[in-house]
RNA sequence: GGACACAUAGCUCAGUUGGUUAGAGCGUUCGAUUCACAUUCGAAAGGUCGUAGGUUCGAAUCCUAUUGUGUCCACCA
């Protein structure tokens, strides 16, 4: 007589769809729907998915975390809201489409396509991604206000784009300046430092001198860019080398002029490493760069040009020469002229451009950059200042304002790697993207900003006039992401209510892509923090602790686990066993465990509607009638403390566990089964699964909403009110563990006895103390140790075996069937286990040291200890005894 | 070269300011299939917490050194 139709297992596929409809419908995803009075804001800014390609695992973890912090602050009755959206990806997505069609037969796209052409191609390509991406997001469950689904590359995020600009532009922020940079030979762009991949390779390092009279030698493993030396840099406490400093060495290398060569002294320049002299090649290193620009007469000379060839200052011989080809014929003729010493082996780290592939050549070019030491007009402070300050201090010297960094070690580093910050070069030489909206004058060579096509020079008002044909770097735009997200630059009602955000999730690796970005453009344009918390998470990998990657082939596809196993399986597996800040490895096996619990919240639920008279929302605390009552209700109380706990400090993890626990052990296992014994419990059931549903919400939304609905619930549970504590008899916990000990007692009996479970026997207790209590609970004793007989008696029966457990003596009688040997074993390992414990707590009761200094509670703890363990030592001791 | 993280049961991981007989899931062993669930139930085995010192009445937990693994940064001219 089932009053339910469920069936028998949970089939996530029929009801998922149809559940994230339902919450789409209500609107609640919206804050501003919400129902009921809720005064505070909780606000989690998506990180942007790339439009570059689908949903990996990665995001469906990001997904995961974010929406269970969001659907249990929802609960918690605050004004709930996820900002979705996507990020256009500039260099990635170029890159990727790029790729693609070189496949497809082209050879320069930008060629052949010209801006407009390649432009409607990656288009076409992001809007495809962007739309499997969003639908992706929403089988993930996330609970996000699709209303205000943003872009980085639409047209209100770029209207923030531009005025930051504008107004880092009229600060004299953003500067155009010639600096040596990071370009990129395949992708024809700039990088930034933070996007370089750096990798060892073996190399060679070639000692050499650059003429017979030149008295240093020095050592390179880049002989092609000594054409372009104008100094060398000598340790200035060198002995052998410090009285040539300040002296010039006019040599003739082979390039375009003879070059002339200072002799400069540098405090970083290390004696003992190669030659202890370092050739200066000012336009083809970061290093070599900055010592030019503290002693600019050494001069500069470019010989690599930007596509990777040797440029004509490098000599005729030289000139067109693609760098290697160059490099193997400038040692040849060092050779050929006796100027060549030796070469070693060694490896080199070389930096590699993470989007386009290639290894980077460091070039010097005219960029635009943002000062990250200059002092804000009007502020007095650069923006170097106001990153430390957002986490240090607080914005503004406001302790109101300051990002906290989950786990802390994070914050450390921020802080290191702040102060090594360098200016940030913004442009970018690609077309996907924010076109740098700066306007140059044909004639006079001004160059002024401007957010849309101007007509005419601002200073000589002539009528020729280009943009720059460069755009920025994509993190320049994603940077506003949180307030952009809400309507800046515009002064809206959604940035005073939900900026800064609340929560914000990201992985390690892009903290200071992303993160400091944010911070940055946040606390100089808005003048106030993105975020109040950072989670900073790890990393997925794979069972054998490798990355999850395309070359690699070991990827898995988070839709195809959803169609397996189900969206609230994938989720529980993605945060089970994660710590903040720590990789976590991702296999199939969990996301089976997952389902498999999944399941079981399924079945408790079909049993409970199937065995109630009348499914209902029970919201009073029912009268509780039995010890086990009473033990589940304080077990479903601690329960709920300790998940709460948890999810305030950000543990999903254990959060989760003990949910587990509680479902599974404490109300599956034990209560239900009690529940059959007993009878009569409608109240309870519904009560404590009520409950149930409640707390595993964040966790698994689809199950516990489709559930809520069959208990008959008028409202989603998506917007009910997270379970508080209530009132319960505390002291339940004691009796009923004993009597869980008894019972597990018994069953270990009949186990190591091979009793088949279908067989009752009779146990016989000598209970002491606890006569009154197993006399009122012997129902359940029976039932579940599968007893038919249980005496309770004062000494102890002839022939049976027994055990020591919940404080009483515990008998099977089941004489003359029993394999004496295999018990006195038993006995035996539990009497020495037993006495190792005693006497661990005896010597440190002994120990005058230990009663006088540890804190009297410890102490009293320990004596407490004494008596139960001494009595059982000796309960078990006569059982032994009894065998013989 | 600098910094950080990790090392606990066969595997993947918890273990919150030092004080429980160090826990979970998977796997393993033994037993169970009418009565919510075999995506299940019952029972059990399995760890001197990487190593060596130290602090402490007491260390998986704190300190020092050391080994291994991983990550980030700097940089090798």
New binding site residues.
Partial sequence: MPKTDLP???NAAEIEDKIYQKWEESGYFNPDKLPGERAESFVISMPPPNVTGVLHLGHAFENALMDIEIRYQRLLGKRALIVPGTDHAAIATQARVEDELKKQGFVNPRKELGREGLLKKIKEFADNHKSIILGQIKKMGTSCDWSRLAYTFDESRSEAVNEIFRRMFEDGLIYRGYRVINWSVKGQSTCS??ELV?V?QP?K?WYFKYSHDFPIP?????PETKLGDTAV?VNPDDARYKQYIGQKFTVDVGAAKPLIITIIGAG???????T?A??VTPAH????YEMYLNNKDIGIIPVIGQDGKMLSAAGPAYAGLPVLEARGKFVQWLKDQGLYIKEEE????V?SSDRFGDIVEALPMEQWFVDVNKKIPERGKTLKELLREAVTVGHDENADKIIKIAPE?FH??YL??ID?LYDWCVSRQIWWGHRIPVWYCDDCQHYFYSSDTPSDCLKCGSKKLHQDEDTLDTWFSSGTWTFSTLGWPAETDDLLKYHPTTWMQMG??II?LWMVRMILLSTYALDDIPFKNVYIHGML?A?D?RKFSKSLGNGLDPLEIIEKYGTDALRLSLIK???A?????FYE?KVE?A??????LW??S??IL?TVAQPRLIEEVPATRTLADDWILSRLNETTAATTAELD?Y?F??AG?LL??FT??DF??WY??IAKVEGAKDELLLFILQKILKLWHPFCPFITEHLWNELGAKNLLLVAAWPKNFAVDIGAGADFQSIKDI??SI??L???N?I???KLVTISIIAGDKTELIKKEQNIIKKLGRVENLIIKNNKPEGGIGAVAGGVEIYLDLAGLVDVETEKKRLAKEIS??EK?LS??AI?LN?Q??V????EE?VL?EKE?MEP?QE?LDKLKNQLDSLK
């Fill in positions: 028998k297992a949970y430092d933070d750096y060892d190399a390092i020095i050592a390179t493993t880049r840099a970083a320049v290390d004696p003992d490493y190669g202890g370092v050739g290193s970061a290093i070599d060694t490896t080199h780290n930096g070690r450390n580093s290191q790697r090594n390690y690796e200071f990998r069972k602790g066993g994660v710590t800040g720590n990789d976590s490895r096996e465990g389902r498999n619990f999944v399941n079981k079945n408790i079909r049993y199937q400090k543990n993890s254990s566990e587990h626990e599974w052990s599956a296992d239900l089964e019972i597990t069953r270990n009949r186990g190591e091979k088949e479970p279908a286990e037993t414990y661990g707590i440190k120990n040291e230990f006088a200094n540890a804190p410890i703890k200890k363990a059982k």
